[in-house]
């Protein structure tokens, strides 16, 4: 049983043929391909795009979509195998996961991070524990890392550039109140460098990501070409650049204790116009939502550089393809 849980589980071959697929599949908006066929969501965090498309995804393929809310909607849920469960929630992830399986073809989980204790966190046990117990195929629609953002972000580089080998690619962090969560940043360096570009990571001091999708990232470098650079220097890391990706993300060192005060020593991280131009004229995306002008002003936003709606668009697509690879209809 094959299960879409992060990018990197997947050969460059696989990533290509889903990208192929997914372009395909975008010329002919309905198809038949999931007929009969029902795909779970189960959202413990709130979306727009991932639940509005994938829900999309499946009808337009002549499929089903029931999307869950435990807490709201649905029984609240623990997670913690083997124990006493004297506390709110009515239902187990195993039982929910075991019943699921019996009713659906698919599950999507969105389960984010605690952001107590990183340690804990990165191992992704949510994740895991569901890949376990799980009779059908497994779709991560954001954990610790989100291989569907990544692979539509894939596909949009692509729809301009054709070829990625050795175009730079940025990952830039942004200023946030919040300290976001890493994974759309994780899964974004490790697509681009299974492509082959030149990835830079800037970030300020204490905001480095986890050294182990740096390392993932690296040994993809070796393997397809291209090259993992990390700096704390914006400008300079964006010189040239033929692809911004701008992103906030909470500072791991400081995980589990926020001081809002550091991060907003950086607020002057927002992408901006004249910081675009430090470019090769470069294209900007962004995975959605956004914070206008706190991580990017409007200018650059609805600049004719900007790929936020062309990126938001491609969920739909890869996630058919992701959908009837998974189900094994394509
Ligand atoms: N980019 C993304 O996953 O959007 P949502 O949080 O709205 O699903």
Known sequence: MKNYANIEDFPIET???????????????????????????????????TRTSF???????????????????????DFEENMVMDGENEEHLKDAINVLSRYSDCIGVRCFPGFLDWDYDRKDMVLQNILKWSSVPIINMETISHPCQALAMLLTMKEKFNNLKKKKFVLSWSYHPKPLNTA??????????MAGMDVTVVNPPYYDLDEKYINIAKDFVVKNGGTVTQSNNQDEGLAAADFVYVKSWGSLKQYGNFKKEEQAKYKDWTITSAKMSLTNNGYISHCLPIRRNLIATDEVLDSENSLIYEEAENRLHVQKAILNYLLGVS
Request: hydrophobic fraction near 45%; aromatic fraction near 8%.
């Open 15 to 49: 990533i290509e043929a889903l990208l192929d697929s997914a372009s395909m599949l975008k010329k002919i908006k309905f198809n038949n391909l999931l007929k009969n066929k029902t795909m779970v969501g189960l959202f413990f965090n709130p979306s727009t795009r």
């Open 55 to 77: 829900d999309l995804a499946m009808s337009q393929q002549g499929g089903h979509f029931i999307s869950l809310e435990p807490g709201s909607k649905s029984w609240g849920i």
């Open 184 to 193: 759309v940043g994780n899964s974004a360096l490790i697509a681009a460098s």
